[in-house]
C-alpha cells in the first residue's frame, strides 16, 4: 500500500491576502446544513470497509488531554495510548500493524514530559499555543509561547486565532497575526484554531479560513474545544470548500482540523466521508487530516472489536487513554 | 473480498447493499401474480404482462392487463360508493387518512425496497424522499378532510375521479393524487405506470386493512389503453393526469366537452439560475439535487443550467468536479447517487438527445466512472455550447442530462429561463434576497425553488404555467381540484334564450345619426381589419346600429395590444381598485342610457337592475383587487414558502348572449382586477351595451391594452383565440356546448387554461353563481416561491 501513497504535501507558503475575494465569499446557511444533513444518508461504509476507515480514523487522530489538572502521569498514559491504539488481538486480527495515532495534543507544559513518555518513537507533539482557548494574552506573550513550544520539542503548534479581528472584520490583522505565528513556528506546522463557535457565521468561517490559509496555515482546525458549539458538519463543509478552492487556485493542500466533540466512531466516519466527497482520498490521511478527540478513540475500538468478533464491545475492555 | 489493508489504500465505500429479501417475500406471497383491484376485492391475474427491475432486467411480478370492462367494473364501484364516502363527513374520512398514513409509515421500508426494486431508484431516495413523503401527504390530507366543512363549506365534492400517474415517482405520486381526492369525498379509479405498478398493489392492501368502504379506491393496472378507457369513460367526473406533455394533449382534446374536471401535470424544463453572488458550491449540490435526482427522470428537473458570465468557467468547473463523485450503481446500494433508468426505451431516448446534442455542434461531457455492466444506466452528462436553439435545449429529455448556458444581467436570465414553452418549476441561486424575491415572480413557472432545489411538501401547491399544465396538487388551491362550488349545481340547464326578433327590414333605424361601433383596441377604437360590419338588431326587429365584423387579424391585434400593457400586471392591487371603481363610477353616472339601450336590445325588463348589478359587481372586484392575497406555507424546513396568486396573462373571454353587460362584467373584471389583460368579445347578438361601454373606459383611466373589446361571430373568434399561442386563457361563457368543446379541443395545442360554460348557463344576476372566489381562481394561478433561509 506503501507504494501507492501520495507524496506529502508540498507546505502552505500562503500567499497575499486578497481582501476581495474574501469580501465576496458568500455561504448559504440553509443548503449547507442540508448538504451536510444528506452525505451521512447518501453515503454507507460498512463491514470491512468501515473496519478499514476507522483505522484511518485512529490514524488521524489527535489524541488530546487539554485539562488544567494534567500531570506528566496522565500525559504518560495518553502517550502510551497513542503509540499502541489498538488491542494487540484486534490489530492481529484486522491484519494491520504499526497502527498509531496522528499525534498527541498537548499544553505547553506537557511537552516536555510527553517528550520522556514518547521516547525515540516518531510521533508528532502537537502543543495548543498563543494563549490558548481564548487568545487573548498579549501578542508578545503569544509568540514567545510558539516559540518556546516549538524549543521545547513540540513538532505541531495549534494556534487560536484571534477572534475579535473576525467579528470586526479586521482580516489585515488577522492574516499578520497569523504569518507572525507562521515564521515563529518554524519547521513546526501551523493549525490555525478558528474557534468557530464563536464566529457564529459560516461567511465568517469561510472567510477567517480563507485568511489562515492565505498566511500560511499548515491545517485550519475548528475549535479549541472549549467553545459553547464545537466542530459541526456544516462548519467543516465551510472549511473544506474554502480548502479545496484555495488548492485549486494555489496549488496547495492545506489540511483540516474538527475538534470537540467528535467521539463516535459514527461521527468520525462522517467527517471521513465529508473528506472524501469535499476534498478526495488525498485528504484522508494524517498528512492532511486529524480529529482532535480523546474519548472518541475508545469507541472506535469497540467498533472494531465488534467487527471482529461479531459480538458488541464494551469501553472496559479497552485500554483507556 | 479487499484486505483491510487493501482498502486503506483505496479508500473505497465497498458495498451496502439494502437487503430485499421482505420485498421479495411479499411478492412471493402473491406467487408473484396479481390481480386488480376493484371495490375491495382482488380479480384473478388475468391477460398478465412482467413488471421488471431495471437494473437488472429482473422479472418481478406478472400483472393484470386491464380490460374496458374491468374500467367499467371500477367506476361503477367508485360510482356506488362516493355518496356513502361522502356521507361519512370529514371526520370519518380523516380517520381512515390518518390510518392510511400511518399504514405507509408502518411499512415504509417495504414500500422503499418494492419501489427501488420496480423503478431502479436509488433506495436513499425512495427511503428518505418518496415514502416520507407519500406518508406526509396524507397524514396533511386527513387534516383537510378534518376541516373541509368548515373550510369549504360551499363546496361538495366533484365524484367519480380517474387518476393516471406515470413511473418517476410511483406512490408519491400516489398519494398526491389519492390523498387529496379522498379527502374531499370523492371516490377513485388509480392506474399506476404499467412499468412500476407494484406500490400501488401494495397500497391496495393498505387499503384493506385501513377498512376503507369498497369502492372508495379502485386500483387498475396496465398499459395506456387502460388510461384510454378511464379517460373516455363517461361516467368519470373529474381526471387528474401527471405524465407527458404529449398525453396530456390528447387528453385535453378526448375529454373536450365532456364536462369532465380536469387537471394535468406535465413536462418541464425546468431553469436553474445562478448568479455571480450565488453560494457556488451550494448551488452545486443545488443541481445535484436538481437533475441528478432519480436519474433526472423528475418533470420539474433543473434541466437547464443558466449562470452569470461571470462565474459560469468558474461554476462548470465546480459541476463537473461534483459529477465525477456522483456513484451511479445498484439501486438497492446505500452510497448510489444514480440508479438504473426505468427502462431500455427512455434510455435509448436519452442517448439519442445526446448525439443530437452532439450533431448540432454541443459539446458533451461525462464523467469517466464505469457503469454497472448490465441494467438500464446512464451517466451523468453535461451538456455546453448549446445555445438556445438547440434540441437539447428545448425538448424534455427525462434523464440525467444537464445543459448548461450562460447569462449576462438578471433580465437576460430571466428571458432565458422563459424562453420556453414549458412552466413548471425553476430554481434561483443568489445571496440576494432582494433580487431573489424581484426575480422569482418575473419567472413563468409554478414553483420556484430560492437557493435550494426539488422541495415537496403537502401543504404548498406544485403545479405547471403553460405546456406544463393546469391545476395544482398540494395545498388548498389543490383541494379546489377536487371540489365543486355547490354554486354550480344551481346553474339553469341551458342560458335564457335570446334569439333574436324577427327583422323589420322596412322599419326606420332606431337612431338618428348612423353609428357603426369599431373594436376596441389597445385603447383605442380600431377599424376592423376586414372591412365588414354586422347589423344588430332590437327586439322590436328594428336596425339598432352596426358593429365591426371582427377576425383572425383584429384578435391579433388585440393580443399584441395586451401584451404591450404588461405594465397592468405590474400595478399595485389599489390602483387596478381604483380604476376598477373609476369605471363603476362612469357607467353609474350613465346609468339611464345603458339600461335604455340594453332594454332596445333585449326588451328585459330587468334593464335597470342589469345595469346596477353591474355597477355592484365592479366594487366586487375593485374590493377584491387588493385583497385576493396568497398564502405563507411553513412546510418542515427551516424557511416559508410563499404562495403568491398571479395573474394568468392575457385571456380571451367569449360573453354570454344574455345580460350582456352584466355577463362582459362579470367575466371581465375579475380578470382585471387580478392584473390580466383582457380581449372579450361581446353577445354577438346584443353587442351594442359592450361597444358603448368603449367611452366608459376612455374615461375612466383604464391603461389601453388592458381591455380590449373585439366583436364578431363567438365560433370564429373563439376559434381564433383558442389557437392563439400568445393567449394564456380562453373562456367561453355564451351556453354553445358546442363551442366550448371546440375550445377545449383546440386548447389542447397550447395546453392553454380554458373555463368553459357547456351548454349549461348562469344565472348573472346571482352572486353565488356569477361572482366571488371561484371567478378570482379561475383568473389566476398560483405560484409557490420556497424560501429557505438561516444563519
Known sequence: MTSSRPPNPRRNDGCTLDLDWLGGLRVNRNASDRRAASLAARRSVKKEHQAAWLIQAVRCMDLTTLGGDDTPGRVDRLCRKALRPLRADIAEALGVSGVQVG??????EMIAPALRSLGGCDLPIAAVSTGFPAGLSSFETRLREVELSVAAGAREIDIVITRQHVL????????????????????????AILATGDLVTLENVARASWACMMAGADFIKTS????????????????????????????????????GGVSSAKAALQYLILMKEELGIEWMRPQLFRIGASSLLTDIERQLEHFVTGQYSAAHRHAMP | MPSINEIRATMDYGPSPENASEARAWLDRHQRRFGLFIDNQWSEPAALFVSRNPADNEPLAELTQASAADVDRAVAAARRAQPGWAALGGHGRARALYALARLIQKHARLFAVLETLDNGKPIRETRDIDIPLAARHFYHHAGWAQLLSAEFADHRAVGVVGQIVPWNFPLLMLSWKIAPALACGNTVVFKPAEFTSLSALLFAELCQQAELPAGVVNIVTGDGEVGEAIVAHPDIDKLAFTGSTEVG??????????????SLELGGKSPFIVFEDADLDAAVEGLVDSIWFNQGQVCCAGSRLLVQESVEARFLAKVRARMAKLIVGSPLDKSTDIGALVDPIQRQRIASLVQTARDEGCTVWQPSGALPEQGCFYPPTLITDASTSATVARTEIFGPVLVAM??????????????????????????????????????????????????????????????????????????????????????????????AAPRVPDAPPAAGIDRTAKHYIGGRQTRPDGGYSRPVHGVDGRLLGEVADGNRKDIRDAVEAAHKQSGWAGASGHNRAQVLYFIAENLAARRAEFAARIAAMTGSADAEREVDVSIERLFTYAAWADKYDGAVHQPPMHGITAALNEPIGVIGMVCPNESPLLGLISLAAPALALGN?????????????????????????????????????????????????????????????????????????TLKRTWVSGGRGRDWFDEEQSAGRAFLAHASQVKNIWIPYGV
Not at chain 2, 452 to 457: L, Y
Not at chain 2, 711 to 724: I, N, Q, S, Y
Open chain 1, 103 to 108: 499525534a498527541v495534543c498537548v499544553y505547553h
Open chain 1, 168 to 191: 470586526t472584520g479586521d482580516w489585515q490583522t488577522l492574516y499578520d497575526e497569523v504569518r507572525a505565528y507562521r515564521q515563529a513556528c518554524g519547521e513546526a506546522h501551523v493549525k
Open chain 1, 224 to 259: 479549541t474545544g472549549k467553545e459553547a458549539v464545537n466542530a459541526t458538519l456544516p462548519v467543516a463543509l465551510t472549511m473544506l470548500r474554502a480548502i479545496r478552492e484555495y488548492a485549486e487556485q494555489t496549488g496547495y493542500q492545506v489540511g483540516f482540523k474538527p475538534a
Open chain 2, 249 to 262: 394533449r390528447l387528453i385535453r382534446r378526448v375529454t373536450a366537452g365532456s364536462g369532465k374536471k380536469l
Open chain 2, 406 to 499: 450562460s447569462f449576462r444581467t438578471p433580465v437576460e436570465a430571466v428571458q432565458l429561463a422563459n424562453n420556453t414553452v414549458y412552466g413548471l418549476a425553476s430554481c434561483v441561486w443568489t445571496e440576494s434576497i432582494s433580487m431573489a424575491l424581484d426575480i422569482a415572480p418575473q419567472i413563468k413557472a409554478g414553483v420556484v425553488w430560492i437557493n435550494t432545489a426539488n422541495q415537496f411538501d403537502a401543504s404548498c401547491g406544485f403545479g405547471g404555467y403553460r405546456e406544463s399544465g393546469f391545476g395544482r396538487e398540494g395545498g388548498r388551491e389543490g383541494l379546489l381540484e377536487y371540489l365543486t362550488p355547490r354554486a354550480e349545481d344551481a346553474r339553469p340547464p341551458a342560458p335564457v334564450a335570446v334569439a
Open chain 2, 677 to 749: 389583460r383582457v380581449i372579450a368579445v361581446p353577445s354577438c347578438v346584443h353587442p351594442l351595451s359592450a361597444t358603448d361601454f368603449y367611452q366608459v373606459l376612455d374615461t375612466s383611466d383604464l391603461p389601453g391594452g388592458a381591455f380590449n373589446i373585439v366583436t364578431g361571430d363567438a365560433d370564429e373568434l373563439a376559434r381564433v383565440m383558442a389557437g392563439h399561442a400568445d393567449i394564456d386563457a380562453v373562456w367561453r361563457h355564451d351556453g354553445s356546448a358546442a363551442g366550448c368543446a371546440e375550445v377545449e379541443r383546440l386548447s389542447a395545442d
